[in-house]
T-cell receptor, first 111, second 114 residues
Framework: KQEVTQIPAALSVPEGENLVLNCSFT??????LQWFRQDPGKGLTSLLL?????REQTSGRLNASLDKSSGRSTLYIAASQPGDSATYLC??????????FGKGTTLSVSS | DADVTQTPRNRITKTGKRIMLECSQT?????MYWYRQDPGLGLRLIYY???????NKGEISDGYSVSRQAQAKFSLSLESAIPNQTALYFC?????????????FGPGTRLTVL
């Protein structure tokens, strides 16, 4: 059974810092890995999708990497801003099923 | 207009009542999903459907049922609601099974069972 773990559960940083969120998964037979953002009480916004054949994806200040063999992904946020404060969710998809989510990392960026 | 809509957005009900949550999509996707989210627990899969004739149980299907009325509509029912079903419920869709396919989420339904 696939399990997805995110560390840390919560993170507080001052504005301007670069930071890394971690995601690990137990079964490397995945189709893709996705990072989502969720604001309190709101829906999910897709940030980045990395296909199993890819190593990384970038969007603006965000960079996500994937090491399928070791079951790890990282989300790097450069020059953090208060508007980045949210919960970040990692999810993996395997053949014939839906996304399996980690519990998320709640990020707080102070000005 | 939103591509994935959920109704109602908020619902308060009592233990033992039957509740239906509805999801509609205009993306033309074949695949639809229902998740629930509890504080600190991420999203957990309840049911999923890869086409109108295909229904599959997810990780936590006990106490729930679903109906895929059409390609665009996927409903979740709680036959007899209980307090531990209080949660935020999300519907999602995806186009297919390719590695590049992402899931698109609705805004969520906040359900409270008293």
């Amino acid at each position: 059974k696939q399990e997805v773990t995110q560390i840390p559960a919560a993170l507080s940083v001052p504005e301007g810092e670069n930071l890394v969120l971690n995601c690990s998964f137990t079964d490397s037979a995945i189709y893709n890995l996705q990072w989502f953002r969720q604001d309190p009480g709101k829906g999910l916004t897709s940030l980045l999708l990395i296909q199993s054949s890819q190593r990384e994806q970038t969007s603006g200040r965000l960079n996500a990497s994937l090491d399928k063999s070791s079951g790890r992904s990282t989300l790097y946020i450069a020059a953090s801003q208060p508007g980045d404060s949210a919960t970040y969710l990692c999810a993996v998809r395997q053949a014939g099923t839906a996304l399996i989510f980690g519990k998320g990392t709640t990020l707080s960026v102070s000005s | 207009d939103a591509d994935v809509t959920q109704t109602p957005r908020n619902r308060i009900t009592k233990t033992g009542k039957r509740i239906m949550l509805e999801c509609s999509q205009t993306k033309g996707h074949d695949r639809m999903y229902w998740y629930r989210q509890d504080p600190g627990l991420g999203l957990r899969l309840i049911y999923y459907s890869f086409d109108v004739k295909d229904i599959n149980k997810g990780e936590i299907s006990d106490g729930y049922s679903v109906s895929r009325q059409a390609q665009a509509k996927f409903s979740l029912s709680l036959e007899s609601a209980i307090p531990n079903q209080t949660a935020l419920y999300f519907c999602a869709t995806s186009e297919g099974g390719r590695a590049a396919d992402t899931q698109y989420f609705g805004p969520g339904t906040r359900l409270t069972v008293l």
